[in-house]
């Protein structure tokens, strides 16, 4: 029988025949995809003819479609919907799929051919030089100019890192999968109801008569903000920053210490003298020097308002008999507490006008009013009942499949990101892409989410429009192919559109009367924006601080010492934690996508304030040239230029660091 991932997939719009791949096809599907991209890599770096950019670039671009195509269904699935088969076979291929990427990295007969097309590139299109001068630096940063024994060790120095990154993965999934806390009907009070509906769906999952708390995000968060009961806030609180972290088969210290020794050879190896200085060279940032000013410009008006903050929580939770510092598991339980007090808001009635459905339908609405897409509900067989499926079109033509896959379940990792099946290309045809935002909102009847829910329903969505709207030639440089701390821009700018108030008067509607949200809750709602800053603030500012700090200078023999250390050096709040602990800070462990890099997310505020402001000041949210600029400069352009250019070509100017201070109501902090 024809193994379905490499049959010529006939269902609507190329999509992959779902109902009819078995996890027993995934092994044979890379092993023959893997042993087709070597043969037409080894071709290329063989062909006889002389090089230009057709037969080396063009044709490295098609070189693995069968690979890529493979991966791009298994390792949405591994993250989405894992099983004991898949997660096997994660460990199998990290070493592999390493291995060949240093192959053909290391092939000197191919990178000659680069560099000889290089020598020749006068002549070339602006897309096309940005996609050589793209493979290029990849090769040498892969360490293609090394030789002999240094070759051969960043090889094995990557095959190890490959296998470490997915083992934290999977100990961190197996930490949040494994661990519950039962708890009685008594201890539902002063729980709101949408609460105690997900901690019921929670042990029905799990299979307990009962409900239970889990580690879960959207269950964990809103029971550490309205449980009175102060030691099971306490219990669930030190479970939920321990994943990771507790001396058993997934604990994931060891995993960080020797990924960070291995990260540090690999930077020294390539001539760098730490994996910062490695890392950040392409990035907008350029430097370690450059983030840590921008991190450290921040931190001290989040500081002050955070430590202003604590001290009037404390004297909440003193009021309230109970003596002693505030806590973090007491941080966000009086946090709610005194914003229900200060902005009239109580999340369980402002969660019936935010549901799922409506947020959903307000994210394509605000699509269609800025860059004319459609959606049409599809049935189509997808990889769980849980997922959906959209056409998006524009003045009917197809632009793109968008799979909406939001409720939590054991067999996903926690988070929310944005995927491409397949992303758009022009070569060879003009490829559509498939994509995909995974969320993990507690399930309900209806699904009701929080304002950060609808937030990062939002932002994941900003992260879609960069793939559907790609316009390039070449897969490299396409939808979210660009430098790190940019690809944030999309989405966090994105989030703004849920804070224009004609959004959430036509959206925001009582999921059961339907009625409109109430013109003085919405009020109360956008003016309570910028409440709980300083928290939210420091929290990600310490991650940040503490990844930079792991990557720019010698490895830290103890990773646990080094963070405590850079904690104390920085004076974290005593009821604040880092949002991510080295144990289960997949961003920076996982793999290398973010490490040296959490900062990004800030790094991209710094333009995602700007870039929205331009619409302010057209009077417009919804202004149709700015709309079309954005599009064009940023949404469309992929990597097709240095993303400074493309901002600039935006707004006529990089910004500066008042706006995110200003957004985030830190101006007139410290």
């Not at 479970?239 to 050879?265: C, H, K």
């Not at 003045?395 to 909406?404: D, L």
């Amino acid at each position: 029988m024809t193994n379905p991932l490499l049959s010529d997939w006939t269902e609507d719009f190329a999509m992959p025949p779902f109902d009819a791949i078995k996890d027993a096809d995934f092994g044979p599907a890379f092993d023959a995809a893997l042993k087709s991209a070597r043969a037409n890599i080894n071709r290329i770096a063989r062909n006889p003819a002389a090089p230009d950019f057709a037969n080396v670039i063009e044709a490295m671009e098609l070189a693995q479609g069968d690979l890529d195509r493979v991966a791009g269904v298994f390792y949405n699935l591994a993250g989405a919907d894992s099983t004991p088969e898949r997660e096997a076979l994660q460990r199998d291929l990290a070493p592999k799929l390493s291995a060949f990427s240093s192959e053909v990295t290391n092939n000197k007969a191919l990178f000659a051919r680069i560099e000889a097309v290089w020598g020749d590139r006068d002549g070339l299109g602006a897309e096309q030089l940005r996609v050589l001068e793209l493979y290029r630096r990849m090769f040498i940063r892969a360490g293609a100019q090394l030789e002999g024994t240094e070759a051969a060790r960043l090889t094995e120095v990557k095959g190890r890192l490959a296998v470490l990154g997915t083992s934290f993965s999977q100990n961190l999934l197996a930490d949040e999968r494994a661990w519950f806390m039962e708890i009685s009907e008594d201890d539902l009070e002063g729980l709101p109801d949408f609460v105690v509906a997900s901690a019921r769906a929670a042990g029905a999952e799990k299979q307990v008569a009962g409900p239970v708390i889990t580690l879960n995000r959207s269950l964990i968060v809103p029971f550490l903000q309205f449980s009175p009961r102060r030691e099971l806030r306490q219990k669930a609180y030190t479970a939920w920053v321990a994943r990771g972290e507790n001396g058993n088969d997934n604990d994931n210290r060891a995993i960080a210490a020797e990924t960070l020794r291995l990260r540090e050879e690999r930077a020294n190896l390539l001539g760098y003298n730490t994996f910062a200085d490695f890392k950040l060279e392409p990035e907008m940032a350029k430097t370690p020097d450059a983030v840590r000013d921008l991190l450290l410009r921040v931190w001290e008006p989040a500081k002050a308002k955070a430590n202003a903050d604590a001290k009037v929580l404390e004297a909440m939770m003193q009021a309230d008999g109970v003596n002693g510092p505030l806590e973090a598991w007491d941080w966000r339980y009086y946090s709610e507490k005194r914003r229900k007090a200060e902005h009239d808001l109580d999340e369980a009635v402002l969660k019936p006008y935010l549901s799922l459905e409506a947020m959903i339908a307000a994210c394509f609405d605000c699509a269609n009013r800025l860059f004319g897409l459609e959606f049409r509900a599809l049935d189509l067989p997808l990889y769980h009942a849980d997922a959906r499926a959209w056409e998006v079109t524009r003045k009917g033509q197809h632009v793109a499949v968008f799979i909406g896959d939001y409720f939590a379940r054991g067999s996903k990792r926690s988070g929310a990101w944005c995927s491409a099946m397949r992303s758009q290309r022009k070569l060879g045809g003009d490829v559509r892409p498939i994509v995909v935002n995974v969320c993990n909102f507690a399930k309900g009847e209806p699904a009701l989410l929080s304002y950060d829910d609808a937030r990062t329903l939002f932002h994941e969505f900003g992260h879609a429009l960069h793939q559907m709207l790609s316009d390039v030639t070449y897969d490299f440089i396409s939808g979210t192919s660009v430098a790190r701390d940019f690809v944030e821009l999309p989405s966090q700018l994105y989030e703004h559109w849920l804070e224009v108030p004609e959004v959430l008067e036509k959206h925001a509607r009582h999921v059961e009367t339907g009625a409109p949200m109430p013109a003085d809750m919405l009020e109360r709602l956008l003016a309570a924006g910028t409440y709980d800053q300083g928290f939210a603030t420091v929290e990600f500012l310490a991650s940040a601080l503490v990844d930079l700090a792991f990557h720019d200078g010698p490895a830290p023999t103890d990773p646990m010492e080094k963070q405590a250390e850079v904690l104390a050096e920085i004076g974290l709040p005593h009821a604040i934690r880092m949002r991510h602990a080295t144990p289960h800070f997949a961003h920076v462990f996982s793999g290398d996508g973010y490490s040296s890099g959490y900062y990004s997310y800030m790094w991209s505020e710094v333009m995602d304030a700007d870039a929205f402001a331009a619409f302010e000041e057209a009077g417009d949210p919804f202004d149709p040239e700015v709309a079309a600029k954005l599009e064009k400069f940023i949404l469309s352009a992929g990597g097709s230029q240095d993303p400074e250019a493309l901002y600039t070509q935006f707004r006529g100017r990089m910004p500066g660091v008042e706006p995110l201070l200003k957004g985030r109501g830190l101006l007139d902090a410290g």
